[in-house]
C-alpha cells in the first residue's frame, strides 16, 4: 500500500520557515519519511551566500558526526560475519596502538573514557593527522574516564573504530563504507567531502546579519568519525534503514542491538547512547538518530523505529543551539500528521503439534503471563503488559527446550517439563517454575 502525501503540509514547511529565521541560518533543508518513502522534502534560503544560489532538497551539506552511524554498522557488519568482537580490547585489532585497552562496545557507546580528540590543537591549526601520525601519537591521549565510568563523546575512539574496519576488511575505510553501505542502499548523493550542487559553510556574525565563509577541511586520517556530505533525501533514506533494516545489508537483529542503550548522557534521561545512536526521550517516545557538526555545518536524522517515521535537517551554520529540539519536533510533527499505516489481520496456519500443549495462561507464583503463536513464533506477554510492549519471543533448540531471543528475558533458556504420559506440566523460564494455577514457590 502507497502513502498518500499530505496535500499541503503547510505544518513541515512554516516549522522549518520558523526554526531558520529564528536560528539566523544561511539555508535549512529537511525532510520527513515513512518508511521507505521520502513524504515530504523542502529547503529554504542560500547554499552560496556569495553568489546567492539558493539551496534546494538536492543540495549536499557536510553531515560530520553523522558518519559514526555508517562506522558502527560497518563494525556490526563485520561482527557479524565473525571477523571481530566487540568485547575484545582495541589492541586486538590495532596491536601498536597505545591505549589499547578499552573494548569496541565501549568505544561505539562513548564510554571508554578516551579524550575527546586526537594530540595536538586539531581545532586551532585545523591540520588533521594522517593515519601514521594518527596511531603514533596515542601515546600522548590521555585516559580522562575510567572505561564505562560515564559517558564522554570522544571522536577519537571513532577515529580509530574507522582504522579498525579498515585493518579488519582490508579495505580503507572510505572504500568499505561506498562498497558496503552507500552502494548497495543507493544513497547515489552521499560522498566523502562535497559534490555540487554543495552549500557553502558559514559563520553567522553574532552582532550582525553578516556571514563570513569558513573553511573547507581535509580530515586526513580520521576517516571513521567524520567526512560524509549528505542530501535530505538521502539521510531519509539512512534512517529508514535503520528504523527498518534490508538484512541484505545488516541484520534486523544487528540494527535491533545498536539501538539498545548502552549508557546515559544527560542525568535528566533524556538523551542516551546505543552503539553508535544516540537515543532521545520524549514524553513515552524514544527516538533513534545523530546528530553532527562541523564548522559551517549543523545536522541532525532522527526516527521512530516503532512508526518507521522520522525527519531529517540540515544547515549550513556552525551555531545552532536548537538543532535538536526542531529536529525532534519536526519528527513529532510527521507522527502526528501522518496517519499509521495498519497491515489488516490475516489468518495463518496452526502452530506445530509439539507447541500447542504450551499455549495459553501459565503462572509464576502470583505473575500470569500468556503464551502464543503469532507469525510463526512462540512469544509470551505478561497479562498485565500495555499491548504497545513488544513480547518475548522464543527460538526452539531441541526438544522441550526453547530460548529467548527478544524481549523481557533475553538470552534466557526455558524448558518444558513433561508427566510419564508426556503432557506438559510444567516449564521452567530463566529458572522460575511456571504452572497452569497460581502456586508459592516452593511447594
Wanted: a negative charge.
Amino acid at each position: 500500500m502507497r502513502l498518500e502525501l499530505l496535500p499541503e503540509p503547510e505544518r513541515f514547511r512554516r516549522l522549518v520557515l520558523e526554526a531558520q529565521k529564528a536560528g539566523r541560518l544561511p539555508s535549512l533543508a529537511a525532510a520527513v519519511f515513512r518508511g521507505d518513502e521520502l513524504v515530504w522534502s523542502d529547503a529554504v534560503g542560500v547554499a552560496d551566500a556569495e553568489k546567492e544560489v539558493a539551496t534546494t532538497p538536492d543540495t549536499q551539506y557536510a553531515v560530520a558526526s553523522i558518519t559514526k552511524t555508517f562506522t558502527t554498522v560497518s563494525v556490526m557488519q563485520l561482527r557479524d560475519a565473525g571477523k571481530l568482537d566487540l568485547e575484545e580490547p582495541l589492541s586486538r585489532y590495532l596491536p601498536e596502538a597505545a591505549h589499547g585497552s578499552p573494548t569496541l562496545r565501549r568505544m561505539l557507546a562513548h564510554a571508554s573514557g578516551l579524550q575527546r580528540e586526537p594530540p595536538g590543537e586539531v581545532w586551532e591549526t585545523l591540520e588533521f593527522p594522517a593515519e601514521e601520525e594518527l596511531l603514533g601519537r596515542l601515546a600522548e591521549a590521555e585516559q580522562v574516564l575510567a572505561p564505562w565510568a560515564a559517558w564522554h563523546y570522544s571522536n577519537l575512539a571513532y577515529a580509530l573504530l574507522g582504522h579498525v574496519v579498515a585493518r579488519v576488511s582490508g579495505t580503507p575505510f572510505r572504500d568499505y563504507v561506498q562498497e558496503q553501505l552507500l552502494g548497495p542502499l543507493g544513497l547515489t548523493r552521499t560522498t566523502w567531502g562535497p559534490e555540487a550542487p554543495a552549500a557553502k559553510p558559514y559563520f553567522v556574525e553574532p552582532y550582525t546579519d553578516a556571514v563570513r565563509r569558513e573553511p573547507e577541511l581535509e580530515l586526513g586520517g580520521k576517516g571513521g568519525e567524520s567526512g560524509l556530505s549528505s542530501t535530505v533525501g538521502d539521510l531519509a533514506r539512512w534512517g529508514s534503514f535503520l528504523a527498518d533494516p534490508d538484512e541484505a545489508v545488516l541484520a534486523r537483529a544487528s540494527v535491533a542491538e545498536m539501538h539498545e542503550l548502552q549508557i546515559m548522557a544527560e542525568p535528566d534521561w533524556t538523551l542516551g547512547w546505543g552503539l553508535g545512536i544516540e537515543l532521545w526521550r520524549r514524553g513515552e517516545r524514544i527516538f533513534g538518530g545523530h546528530t553532527g557538526g562541523f564548522p559551517g555545518f549543523l545536522s541532525m536524522f532522527v526516527y521512530s523505529r516503532r512508526d518507521r517515521v522520522g525527519a531529517v535537517v540540515l544547515t549550513n551554520s556552525g551555531h545552532w543551539p536548537k538543532l535538536s529540539e526542531t529536529g525532534l519536533a519536526l519528527a513529532e510533527a510527521a507522527l502526528d500528521e501522518l496517519a499509521p499505516e495498519l497491515e489488516p489481520w490475516a489468518p495463518e496456519g496452526p502452530p506445530p503439534e509439539e507447541i500447542v500443549p504450551l499455549l495459553g495462561r501459565w503462572w509464576s507464583e502470583g505473575s500470569e503471563t500468556v503464551f502464543s503463536w503469532r507469525n510463526g513464533k512462540l512469544e509470551a506477554r505478561l497479562a498485565t503488559a500495555p499491548p504497545e510492549r513488544e513480547p518475548s519471543v522464543f527460538e526452539q533448540e531441541g526438544e522441550d527446550r526453547f530460548r529467548t531471543v527478544s524481549g523481557g528475558e533475553r538470552g534466557e533458556a526455558m524448558r518444558v517439563v513433561r508427566d510419564d504420559s508426556g503432557a506438559v506440566v510444567k516449564l521452567y523460564w530463566a529458572t522460575y517454575p511456571f504452572t497452569r494455577t497460581p502456586e508459592i514457590f516452593g511447594t
